[in-house]
């Protein structure tokens, strides 16, 4: 059996920033959401602040743009914004920090921004990311709309279709990865000196979509914010490809994850998912001792799982269930916990090269 039949690359450039990308609105680095204006339009923005005693707590600015806004709309926008309720966003959830906002779209464009790569489009990545080593070209990835649901393990329904929530969920989940950039630097030396340049990319691109059944009225974006449609068939490209095409520079991953949602559960608690991703970042960021061992502070763990409530034994005990289900899966071999100075205590993980591994 060949490598490729057990394994499949992801940008290590992608992975390095995935888990700052996905901070959630709970996470202390993570900014109150702004619009913003320059010399290139309109966006809503939110910003990650850097951490500067870890390097991959990297900065990092997530942002739609608002396209052909009059000066009378971008007004209209501003007026929302101001019944945003962060407050009862942390507190009470997103949709109750939402529901005074008046214009669908500005909502739905919120909500996209402050759930942006949660387990569910994360596993929805991996997913096109497995599927590109399987077709061979490159980073465009071709799929049927059916296929990439039951790949992620959702049931048909007895007419042997699935549910309008569940196709809207996909297309909103695609257009919110396809339309949300992210804004990052990477050091970049000049000469005797130290610089930075500053990438924009999205983690993808839709570039063409597929109808079955004419006629039928279907607009990609309308569909995202305001109705509940989904396309038969999609072709993407993966904007952060570079790595495995080019660089040498990625993570490989088992052929054998699980990308799978359970039913009825909402994606923010898939913290296996966040471990996994969490733990193939660091291994970009941090190199292995001994080839397989990694520390990692447990106050980080436990920030990028989203564990954040007043309840730290709560946290805990699901932070060690988590691991203990990657090691039943087989991505840790053993885990223990470390005691560290000001009772700062870290984990150290022994990684199973066979399910992930750097390159």
């Given amino acids: ?50 951490n500067s005693k870890d390097n991959s707590e990297v900065a990092l600015t997530r942002r739609v743009r608002l396209d052909e806004l009059s000066e009378e709309q971008w007004e209209e926008i501003k007026e929302q914004y101001a019944n945003f309720d962060l407050k009862a966003c942390t507190d009470e959830g997103i949709s109750k920090g ?26 929805i990545v991996l997913s096109l990311y497995k599927k590109a080593r399987e077709q061979g070209n490159g980073p ?12 992620l393990g959702y049931t048909r329904t007895q007419k042997g279709t699935f549910t309008a929530r569940l196709r809207s969920q996909l297309n909103q989940d695609l257009v919110t990865l396809h339309r949300t950039e992210l804004v990052f630097a990477k050091s970049l030396k000049k000469g005797n000196t130290m610089g930075a340049k500053v990438i924009v990319k999205s983690i993808l691109r839709i570039r063409d979509y597929e109808i079955d059944n004419l006629p039928r009225d279907f ?8 109705t509940y449609e989904l396309a038969d068939a999609y ?21 054998s994850i699980d990308t799978k949602q359970k039913q009825g559960n909402n994606a923010k608690h898939d913290y296996k998912m966040k471990l996994l991703v969490y733990l193939a970042s ?23 799982l989203d564990l954040l409530g007043s309840n730290p034994s709560r946290s805990s005990q699901i932070l060690w269930r988590t691991i203990e289900e990657l090691q039943t899966e087989g991505y840790i071999l053993d885990a223990q916990e470390i005691p560290g100075k000001r009772k700062i205590a870290s984990i150290e993980f022994q990684i199973n090269s066979q399910k992930l591994r750097c390159n």
């Fill in 282 to 304: 660091r291994m970009k960021w941090d190199k292995l001792i001994d080839g397989q061992y990694l520390h990692i502070s447990k106050q980080y763990l436990l920030k990028n």
């Fill in 98 to 123: 939402l529901e005074k906002i008046q214009d669908r779209r500005i909502q739905r464009l919120f909500v996209a921004l402050l759930t942006f790569l949660n387990p569910r489009q994360v596993a």
């Fill in 235 to 255: 072709t993407v490209a993966l904007e952060f490809f570079e790595g495995p095409e080019r660089t040498g520079d990625y993570v490989l991953f088992s052929n």
């Fill in 140 to 151: 465009l990835v071709y799929f049927r709309s059916n296929d990439l649901l039951e790949s």
């Fill in 219 to 226: 607009d990609l974006a309308k569909a995202a914010d305001y």
């Fill in 1 to 50: 059996m060949s490598e490729k039949d057990t394994v499949f690359p992801v940008d290590g450039q992608l992975l390095m920033i995935l888990p700052r990308a996905a901070a959630a609105i709970k996470n202390p680095d993570v900014q109150l959401p702004i619009f913003q204006m320059d010399a290139d339009g309109y966006f809503l923005e939110i910003r990650v602040a850097a």
